[in-house]
């Protein structure tokens, strides 16, 4: 059964699609068969990785996208699937393992025109979708908005863990709190809806602090953010050995110049002093592996 992994903060603007593209990426280097599901209608994971010119007709189709999933006889999670998505010039395969659920800009009328024929939440029809192709994969990574709205749902619901990115600041602690608010919420409204053989409720595993502008000063921030950590801890509100990860990805031009070449970081050509933030996702990817994880 593959790790199922939700990255999320009710703060927008932490960094989280860099963080999600960059790890998914350096998962499926190290062999791993990687999903990435896009769940934000911002759709810039899909944008960055399929890049304009594959998703722009994507954007005005009725087929091949995550909304499209949930008008019965339209479209499965399987039919969305975009294999090997990231591609050279000449279309050639640049990183094989590492697959991509693409969105567009019509998952926000997931929010507010979504009705199933059944009554069924969205999650659930999605979880069920999910379990179809699912044991393809090592890892699925899901991109989510900062919200648990119907589309975060779906990834929160199947996921086995949850981290949160986060920048060194007030807002992102502030973002954190409310997230584990609005999650105990839904684990309260979704509990009727899981089914046999998935895994247990996912819970907060971690903090990753991501795109750290050089000079700042993060041992204060830091150490607010474990003791809000360690609240929730005694609360039973996250995992017992929920953490601060080691590892703290840096600013770097260099991941607006992959976003526009719609590359991965470590695929980027070299750029002086650049190389420590290819390492940083690298050595995240690392930790983010050495999790340990109780399979039902």
Known sequence: MPRKISFINYKGG?????LVVNLAAQLAQQGKRVLL???DAQSNSSIW???LDRWNPLNTAETGHLFS???PGISTLKDCVVKDVVRGKEGEAL???LDLIPTTFTLVDLEHDFEAPDGRPAFAIFQEQLAEIENDYDFILFDCPPNVLYAAQCGIFCSSEIYVPANPDALSLIGFTLL????QQFNHICASFRVAGMQPTAEVKGVIFNAIKSNVDIDVPKMRMQFRINQFKNQGRVAKDARIFDTHIRDAIIVRRAVTLGLPVHLVGKLKGEESVKDDYAMVAQELSGETQEQS
């Open 49 to 51: 990785l399929m890049r």
């Open 180 to 183: 584990i608010g609005k999650l």
């Open 95 to 97: 990183l094989p393992g």
């Open 14 to 18: 932490v960094g989280k699609t860099s």
């Open 37 to 39: 599901v896009d769940l």
């Open 69 to 71: 999933v949930f008008d």
